[in-house]
């Protein structure tokens, strides 16, 4: 999976706050009963919020990994148009509508 270089230097030069940090995230998705396919969209839906590029196009490859298709990545960030405004949303559709070509892209060549 692809991660920014800023995101691995990070975990290089801090490594166990990098550790602590992976094990809060495990602790929260561990602490309810959400499936991984919903945690994933609603951490999207989260990401497109705080109109935060990295984590919106991270968070869209994690939901299609999770098993979420196309139309409910496109739906979750479409529900964010009245909380978050147009211009906020329409952004995030770009980004991932980057990651969904990318991932038609990768199943063409399989």
């Known amino acids: 999976m692809y991660l920014p270089k800023t995101y691995e230097k990070f975990s290089e030069k ?11 995230g495990r ?3 561990g602490a ?3 499936d991984s396919k919903l945690q994933d969209l609603i951490k999207l839906g989260i990401a497109v ?3 935060s590029r990295g984590a919106i196009m991270s968070h869209t490859r994690k ?4 098993g979420a298709n196309h139309e409910e990545i496109i739906h979750t960030v479409l529900l964010s148009l009245t909380t978050t405004g147009f211009p906020n949303m329409i952004a995030a559709m770009g980004w991932v509508d980057a990651v969904l070509k990318e991932n038609l ?3 063409g060549r399989k």
Do not use: M, T, V
Request: glycine fraction near 8%.
């Open 63 to 66: 939901a299609l990994a999770s």
């Open 14 to 24: 801090f490594p166990e706050i990098f550790k602590d940090y992976q094990q809060l």
């Open 32 to 34: 309810g009963p959400l």
């Open 105 to 107: 892209s990768e199943k």
């Open 27 to 29: 602790n929260c998705r």
């Open 49 to 51: 919020g705080a109109n």
